[in-house]
């Protein structure tokens, strides 16, 4: 008996009841969907995430005061950092292309009647929109000379430009923070939302003088964190150790103590992301797979009741020279087609699920901008997968058939 004989008359037996051969792949239907689902989800989640950082500058680290722990639990972070710090990285250390002081406050902008209160303010330097490769939409950016004398200047985001000025041109207006006048000299180019749906334009930036002496009034130079860009993506580690190396040395530490601050490059963040998502994903796959087993033991059964009640058709075909061989390829192969339908429906089930659900958390949140992404090595691998379910779980049942004997299987009523 031929291949394609056999495929013939494995389809002609599965037609013969069909209802149970739908609900015997059911289980492998539900399994290749969600894990399909959860593989294309999880791969939509990672180009988001890429697409995010990379908004904040490929190049871009960031230095951070270390976490205080007391008995293993961390208990927050202390300013270790300085504005002075921030000059060192950017004219001590080669590989870095440029770096800015970064000072977080918070407070309600005003201007005339009108008042709304910014997701993020910030007190920078010079070179921040270089760091997070922010261009500027209209006017321009403070430089060192505001920044030296503290002066009351600010740059807002296009948020801000909408709900306080609608369609005029903010630049050269003065808005007030805290009672403190602060005139407009730039407007940033639209970044959009972050990886958390989190407004980026609704932000405001100052001088990081201007925010320690006029809004704190603290005559420290301290600051809350240090960002910084190295001059190419591939230096970024180099960038890395030369900070780690200069501020070392310019707050004591000595070799094997413990640093009072972190060095974070993006390609870290990136990595460490992607292994949450990863995990994440695999995780719920893991689960997933549940259901592929116990679709792989419902064919398993089913097929033992159908070497059963087939028992005398096994006998005649055995008769008229069919050998075991021919029994166990047959039986063997509708397994196999049972689960690769299932595997193509599943597939298909999982890939609609997934666009319905991008669709979905896109309409539920429009900043987000969740890519719909179908992995074609994954469809591959769950349509192949599904059938090597079919084969696994379908070679007892095929042969224990093709095991039978001819004379006792006539016999059998």
């Known amino acids: 008996m ?38 294309s989800l999880g791969e939509s989640a990672k180009q988001l995430i890429q697409s995010q950082l990379a908004t904040l500058g490929t190049n871009m680290i960031v230095i951070m005061p270390a976490q ?35 000072v977080g406050t918070a407070g309600q902008v005003i201007y005339g009647n ?26 321009g950016f403070f430089g060192e000379r505001e920044i030296a004398s503290a002066e009351k200047v600010c740059v807002i985001g296009h948020t801000l430009v909408a709900k306080l000025f609608q369609t005029r041109n903010p630049v050269g207006e003065t808005i007030r923070i805290n009672n403190i006048p602060l005139r407009i000299v730039g407007v940033l180019e639209v970044k959009g939302a972050n990886m958390m749906g989190q407004d980026q334009d609704n932000i405001v930036l100052m001088p990081y003088t201007t925010v320690r002496k006029r809004l704190h009034g603290s005559p420290y130079n301290d600051v809350h964190a240090i960002m910084a860009s190295a001059r190419t993506v591939e230096g970024s580690a180099t960038a ?19 640093a009072d601050f972190q060095v974070q490059t993006m390609d870290e963040i990136s990595q460490m992301l992607g292994m949450i998502m990863g995990s ?60 690769f339908i299932g595997g193509i ?11 319905g659900v991008s669709t979905l958390l896109n309409q539920l949140n429009p900043d987000m901008n969740l890519p719909i992404v179908v992995s074609i090595p994954a469809a591959i691998a769950a ?22 004997d001819p004379i006792d299987a006539l016999r059998y009523e």
Not at 72 to 100: F, H, M, W, Y
């Open 2 to 39: 031929n291949v394609l004989l056999t495929f013939r008359v494995a389809l002609r037996a599965l037609r013969k009841n069909k209802m149970r051969a739908g609900l015997t792949i059911l289980g492998v239907v539900i399994g290749i969907a969600a894990v399909t689902t959860m593989v």
């Open 68 to 102: 205080d722990e007391s008995r293993g639990v961390r208990q927050g972070r202390e300013i270790t950092l300085t504005s002075d710090d921030a000059k060192a990285i950017r004219d001590e250390c080669p590989a870095v292309l440029a770096a800015s002081p970064l």
């Open 114 to 139: 009108t008042n709304w209160n910014p997701s993020e303010m910030y007190g920078v330097g010079a070179d921040y929109p270089l760091v997070r490769s922010w261009p500027i939409r209209q006017g």
């Open 240 to 258: 890395k150790q030369e900070i780690e190396y200069l501020l070392s040395d310019r707050h004591g530490i000595t070799p094997g103590a413990k």
């Open 280 to 339: 994440l994903t695999a995780m719920l796959s893991a689960i997933a797979g549940i259901s592929l087993l116990v679709g792989g033991v419902g064919i398993m059964n089913i097929m033992l009741v159908s070497v059963t009640e087939r028992t005398r058709e096994i006998g005649i075909r055995m008769a008229v020279g069919a050998s075991s061989w021919d029994i166990l390829r047959q039986f063997l192969l509708e397994a196999v087609v049972l689960s």
């Open 345 to 355: 429906v599943g597939f298909s089930l999982g890939f609609g699920a997934s666009i």
């Open 383 to 404: 349509i192949f997968f599904s059938a090597a379910v079919g084969m696994f779980f379908g070679f007892f049942p095929a042969f224990r058939a093709s095991q039978l």
